[in-house]
């Protein structure tokens, strides 16, 4: 098997730089692609964050103008990822977000960032700047997605383009008048190129374009193709269907493993599990919930967005406390939820505890020692929580949607009786199915060797990278043969 090059371009990647799922894909699967003779290198915009990350590393190539001041490549070598950062000041040396400043708001020139870093993309990925070109360019979201127009528009020999869709919630939509400033020729503006309902959509644009679509879950590939999921672009994804790949994310094993956690105060496995009940003696005390050793232990860690439909949770909250259950929530978004749970929190004081904000430590303390987790999405591309929760023995419940749906195995009669169950599922998601449900978690709660084993069969899991590592080289070798 010959060493194929990939250059992955993203706008986040753990531990660099994270918003979200989208970091811990690009950031673990460069590692788990090595195994099968696929040499990754990840571009991604120069932030402050991503600058500290790479020190002094050496300058490949410098733009006099990209999109408006002087940039520069520059590659290094940070942990299991070889980097390609486009160093450009005027675009990304700032405060706030990779996305918007720090009181939230958008940046106003969004547009031009991400083309600049689809640009360097395309650039790298002929080979007109850099070493030799690549194989594919991998474009990962609407902030990559300029990538494989350009390469298109360019002209030439191209290496081949994969669009990976995390979140089709995301479009990078922009008006019409910004396409002067893109650099794209005219006819860029097609119904076959970037336009899109009169304005411009970058992630239109690399799905129209790219020569292979992939998103995050079986489940949630079917479902973009659907109207009521595919937010505007289901047409072109019926259209594309035969390019249209479904590959399950993966977690990072090493990252999110019990057995060797230093974020966890007790470690332990699946079947030597002392640790984790000391865990959930720590998060109780952690989040200020009652010492109730016998009460449920549920948790939320997640963005606050309708996406993820929390309002249900809260909804949902006099029956799951009437049931003798305590909440420990951990998340940050749109303010009226972070009202809503800081509200709950300090009415059922004791018994409802919420943490606001970003924390890497109480995420996994979260998962190593609540006993279940509540992922009640609306929609759900793949959804990395469910994953962590399965590998550390807190049992999902989710909604039956995207990744979810391919991800836990409801604890219905039948996958009990064969021992296979690794959490909940319910659908539609209404109020009225997330409470049966919460009835059925915890009439199984009740009966705690049954829960025990069921907690032992998700600690089995597989949510590694192999299988999805296996899917993208076997993917990137089909359009290499092409
Ligand atoms: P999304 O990318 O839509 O936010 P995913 O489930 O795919 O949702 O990925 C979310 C990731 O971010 C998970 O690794 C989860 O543990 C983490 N996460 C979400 N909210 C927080 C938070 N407040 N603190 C720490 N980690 C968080």
């Not at 995050?216 to 079917?222: C, D, E, F, N, R």
């Not at 019926?238 to 007790?266: E, K, M, Y």
């Not at 749109?334 to 004081?349: C, D, I, N, V």
């Amino acid at each position: 098997m010959t060493t194929l090059h990939v250059l992955a371009v993203a706008s986040e990647a753990y531990p660099l730089v994270k918003t979200g799922g989208l970091a811990d894909v690009v950031g673990a699967l460069p590692a788990a692609l090595a195994a099968h003779d696929v040499q990754v290198r990840t571009l991604l915009p120069g932030y402050p964050a991503v600058l500290a990350a790479i020190g002094a590393a050496p300058v490949v190539h410098a733009y006099a103008d990209c999109f408006g001041g002087a940039a520069s490549l520059r590659f290094a070598r940070v942990g299991d990822l070889d980097l390609a950062v486009l160093d450009a000041p005027h675009l990304y040396a700032r405060g706030g977000g990779p996305y918007a400043d720090a009181n939230g708001r958008a940046f106003g020139d969004n547009a031009l960032r991400f083309a600049a870093l689809a640009r360097a993309a395309a650039d790298l990925g002929r080979g007109v700047v850099g070493p030799a070109a690549p194989d594919i360019v991998h474009a990962h979201d609407w902030q990559a997605a300029l990538a494989p127009a350009y390469l298109h528009y360019d002209g030439g020999v191209r290496p081949g383009t994969v669009m990976t869709v995390h979140n089709l919630a995301f479009q990078g939509r922009f008006p019409g008048v910004t396409l002067d400033r893109l650099h794209l020729p005219r006819q860029a503006w097609a119904i076959d190129g970037v336009e899109y309902h009169g304005a411009i959509g970058y992630l239109k644009a690399g799905l129209a374009l790219a020569d292979r679509i992939t998103t995050v879950s079986p489940t949630y590939a079917a479902e973009i193709r659907t109207p009521e999921g595919g937010m505007g672009l289901d047409g072109l994804l019926r259209h594309r269907a035969q390019d249209v790949r479904g590959i399950l994310n993966g977690i990072d094993d090493a990252v999110w493993n019990p057995a060797t956690d230093p974020r966890i105060p007790s470690r332990f496995r699946a079947t030597q599990r002392a640790g984790r009940a000391r865990n959930r003696v720590a998060l109780r005390a952690r989040m200020g919930l009652a010492p109730r050793v016998d009460a449920p232990l549920f948790g939320v860690v997640s963005r606050f967005s309708w996406q993820k439909g929390l309002d249900l949770v809260l909804e949902a909250l006099p029956a799951l406390l009437r049931g003798g259950g305590q909440l420990a929530i951990l998340g940050s978004g749109e303010a009226p939820l972070e009202a809503a749970f800081a509200a709950a929190a300090h009415a059922h004081a004791g018994e409802v505890a919420v943490h606001l904000g970003y924390d890497e430590d109480l995420a996994h303390l979260m998962q190593a020692g609540a006993d279940a987790i509540l992922v009640p999405s609306r929609f759900e591309p793949c959804g990395l929580t469910q994953l962590c929760a399965l590998r550390y023995g807190a049992l999902p419940v989710v909604a039956r949607v995207g990744g979810l749906a391919d991800t836990v195995i409801d604890a219905n009669h039948a996958a009990l009786a064969a021992g296979v169950a690794t959490g909940f599922q319910f659908a539609p998601v209404t109020l009225a199915e997330f409470t049966r449900t919460l009835d059925r978690v915890l009439a199984l709660w009740a009966d705690r060797p049954r829960w025990r084993r069921m907690q032992a069969r998700a600690m089995a899991s597989d949510v590694g990278w192999q299988h999805a590592a296996a899917s993208y080289a076997g993917l990137y070798r089909e359009l290499v043969r092409r």
